[in-house]
């Protein structure tokens, strides 16, 4: 989708300096998946204390397993 914006120029040159992006495209475009990224995080912390686990669960032992 084509649109047009006003954009900080503080800000986008910051943006750039913490990015790898060369475009403003490529930088819009990793900024929107970093968005949506720490907004589905924060979803899952929601679930905090929700979640029962196994009598036996050991997520110790499961950290070994995965080398």
């Known amino acids: 989708m084509r649109t047009n914006i006003v954009i900080d120029d503080h800000l986008l040159n910051e943006a750039f300096a913490v990015s790898n992006a060369k475009t403003k495209k490529d930088l819009i ?10 907004k589905k995080r924060k979803n899952l912390s929601e679930l905090a ?3 029962k686990f196994h009598k036996n669960y050991d997520h110790k032992t499961l950290r070994k397993l995965r080398g």
């Open 49 to 51: 204390g929700s979640i």
């Open 29 to 38: 475009h990793e900024a929107l998946r970093e968005y949506v990224r720490l």
